[in-house]
T-cell receptor, first 113, second 114 residues
Framework: DAGITQSPRYKITETGRQVTLMCHQT?????MFWYRQDLGHGLRLIYY???????DKGEVPDGYVVSRSKTENFPLTLESATRSQTSVYFC????????????FGPGTRLTVT | GDSVTQMEGPVTLSEEAFLTINCTYT??????LFWYVQYPGEGLQLLLK?????DKGSNKGFEATYRKETTSFHLEKGSVQVSDSAVYFC?????????????FGTGTQLKVEL
């Protein structure tokens, strides 16, 4: 399917476990982003990537790791999950410096117990 | 740094009522401005945008005008429907920092009742 997909859609994990959230886009957009959405905070940028092998920190990067070996994939890893990382995570993509419009995936609801 | 301030919700309206959701921003340079909508259980979708001062973005009966003098981008709709119930986010492009980044407001929940 064309567009941007995320997997899994729902995940429950235990404190201390490593978990990886997947993001895949079919448009060959240069930019990709990871956000977390929490009540009262709106969307906060975790990491972003301008191209394959180029990543940079956003507003709240601590506890997260990203990689981008291929343009279409941008996985987000929580190395040792904490309860404060319980959130809804959104991946987004954007064309290179054209309109700044971002296209969002459906989200992953992560619960850390 | 850049920031976006939205009115707090929830906003509850009756069907066919007039809607205004206020959004003001602080930015260096000349950002583009956006309204995104998030329906329950879904990701964000672009609703409308404006790229320069005095531009009016419009879509699905919603409108917003880029007002540089008041640093505002208020969202309006003349007659809301139950199907408009969603969370609305105002955002601006971060041109100074690069990276095609957007800065989002905290979102305003709209509930439309019959």
């Amino acid at each position: 399917d064309a567009g941007i997909t995320q997997s899994p859609r729902y995940k429950i994990t235990e404190t201390g476990r490593q978990v990886t959230l997947m993001c895949h886009q079919t448009w060959s957009h240069s930019y990709m982003f990871w956000y977390r959405q929490d009540l009262g905070h709106g969307l906060r940028l975790i990491y972003y990537s301008a191209a394959a092998d180029i990543t940079d920190k956003g507003e709240v990067p601590d506890g997260y790791v990203v990689s981008r070996s291929k343009t279409e994939n941008f996985p987000l890893t929580l190395e040792s999950a904490t309860r404060s990382q319980t959130s809804v995570y959104f991946c987004a993509s954007s064309e290179k410096e054209i309109s700044y419009e971002q296209y969002f995936g459906p989200g992953t609801r992560l619960t850390v117990t | 740094g850049d920031s976006v301030t939205q009115m707090e919700g929830p906003v509850t309206l009756s069907e066919e009522a007039f809607l205004t959701i206020n959004c003001t921003y602080t930015a260096t340079g000349y950002p583009s401005l956006f309204w995104y909508v998030q329906y329950p259980g879904e990701g964000l979708q672009l609703l409308l945008k404006a790229t320069k001062a005095d531009d009016k973005g419009s879509n699905k009966g919603f409108e917003a005008t880029y007002r540089k003098e008041t640093t505002s981008f208020h969202l309006e709709k003349g007659s809301v429907q139950v199907s408009d119930s969603a969370v609305y986010f105002c955002a601006l492009s971060d041109r100074t920092g690069g990276g095609n980044k957007l800065t989002f407001g905290t979102g305003t929940q709209l509930k439309v009742e019959l």
